[in-house]
């Protein structure tokens, strides 16, 4: 390649804040998960140290940002909604159905830590997969301390997710 293709191809791709701004008008669900991935995230650091909020109310909204994350993943997967016995077969065989049967079951239950701990771990994990994205988007040398947490995040990922 010569001088000119790569300086033409980097001066037409946008960089910063821009492309972060582009990446997220088209791409508005995986945005919208991942900023349900950091309220729960948000609130479940709320219900362990109870400076802000009720740690009750914290529970639950961590299980209603939990039960969001779920039914955007469902929106993602499935098709149109009909009312039929293949689609509701369909609807129970994906794992974000489950998700949210999860949180919405426990939303009635007293709170417990050991319900919100896999919630909590699994928004962890996907929080900083997609984090990782937004951060190349700003750039290589952008943030390079998240950087160092997100990939240490993904190296325990198995581990993590085997809890």
């Known amino acids: 390649m010569s001088e000119g293709e790569t300086g033409t191809d ?5 960089k910063g804040i821009e492309a972060l701004k582009q990446h997220v008008v088209s791409h508005k669900v995986e945005v919208s998960l991942w900023c349900t991935r950091l309220a729960t995230i ?16 914290a ?3 961590i ?10 993943r469902l929106h993602q997967r499935l098709p149109a909604m009909q009312i039929s016995l293949q689609f509701l077969t369909q609807l129970f065989k994906e794992d974000s159905c489950h998700y949210l049967l ?8 007293s709170p417990n830590i050991l319900v919100i ?9 996907h929080f ?4 990782l994205t937004l951060l190349d988007l700003l750039g290589q040398n952008a943030w390079w301390g998240a950087r160092l947490l997100i ?4 190296f325990q990922s198995r581990s993590i997710l085997r809890l």
């Open 10 to 14: 980097s001066e037409t791709r946008p």
């Open 42 to 57: 948000i609130f479940t650091f709320a219900y362990i140290l109870p400076l802000f909020w009720n740690p009750a109310s």
């Open 59 to 61: 529970y639950y909204r």
């Open 63 to 72: 299980l209603l940002a939990n039960a969001a994350t779920s039914a955007l």
């Open 102 to 109: 999860y949180s919405v079951i426990f939303l009635y239950v």
């Open 117 to 125: 701990l896999p919630v909590f771990l699994f928004s962890t994990v």
């Open 128 to 131: 900083a997969s997609y984090s």
């Open 151 to 154: 990939s240490l995040v993904e």
